[in-house]
């Protein structure tokens, strides 16, 4: 029955039109793996902020304040940091689009040689090799973006800088805010006493991330969540252990 299903689906994903519909998807840039990172970064360094003021036993109001300058600064900054990674990667492909588009003009037959190669190490020979070469080359631009493709492994849309900003510094905050939201419920108590809940929160949020991820890219959404709890769970522990050795010396 379940082959039947995956055979069912196999065929349904590969008519004319679907094949069509996914290829030209493919080509708008994709910021999933921003928000993943993100929510990721936002989730465990806010925690471990609050499970460090908890190891050094400051007050609740502290802790909260410490994530939320986490959120702020932090998100910031990893914001800032794909905007200009993002600003690079689109400069490189201007710059390089630029180089292929002089080599094109200026040395026509290296470039085509280019090509030629480019498609006999895919296993073209002969004639059709030559036809692949010439109807490559018989546009300008669809020659120089094949070089880019293929030549430098660049993508022909780039992300937008903004947007890459935009949507880390969202699933950062989105994420990071999770560790917090109990802390401020149970103000009136102790840190030690609402960290539970903060860690509880955590958890949920790090399986969530773990597990949509892994169903995006078609792995064990389980095992994914499991593995993303974990590797909160290690950043967190050594956050408590740094707390409470500073909270040790301040009593010394």
Wanted: charged share 15%.
């Amino acid at each position: 029955m379940g082959n039947d299903t995956s055979l069912h689906e196999l065929l349904r994903d590969h008519t004319s039109d679907a094949i069509r519909a996914r290829l030209s998807s493919r080509q708008a840039p994709s910021y999933i793996g921003d928000a993943v990172l993100g929510a990721m970064d936002g989730t465990v360094t806010t925690f471990a902020a609050i499970a460090g003021a908890t190891g050094a036993g400051l007050a609740g109001s502290i802790g909260i304040a410490l994530g939320l300058a986490n959120v702020c600064a932090d998100g910031f900054s990893m914001a800032v940091g794909n905007y200009q990674r993002a600003g690079a990667e689109r400069h490189v492909l201007e710059q390089t689009r630029s180089d292929e588009e002089q080599h094109v003009r200026r040395h026509p037959e290296g470039e085509r040689e280019e090509i030629r190669q480019i498609f006999a190490a895919k296993g073209f020979t002969g004639d059709s090799l030559e036809t692949i070469v010439d109807v490559l080359t018989a546009d300008a631009e669809r020659w120089v973006d094949t070089m880019l493709t293929e030549e430098h492994g660049l993508r022909l849309v780039p992300q937008s800088p903004l947007q890459v900003a935009l949507v880390t510094f969202g699933a950062f905050a989105l994420a990071g805010l999770v560790p917090i939201l109990p802390l401020a419920f149970f103000l009136s108590q102790s840190l030690e006493s609402a960290f539970p809940y903060s860690a509880l929160a955590t958890a949920v949020t790090f399986f969530a991330i773990g597990y949509a991820k892994a169903r995006m890219v078609a792995r064990p959404p389980w095992r994914a969540g499991a593995a993303s709890v974990l590797l909160g769970v290690v950043a967190a522990g050594l956050a408590y252990l740094a707390g409470t050795l500073v909270g040790l010396l301040g009593a010394g």
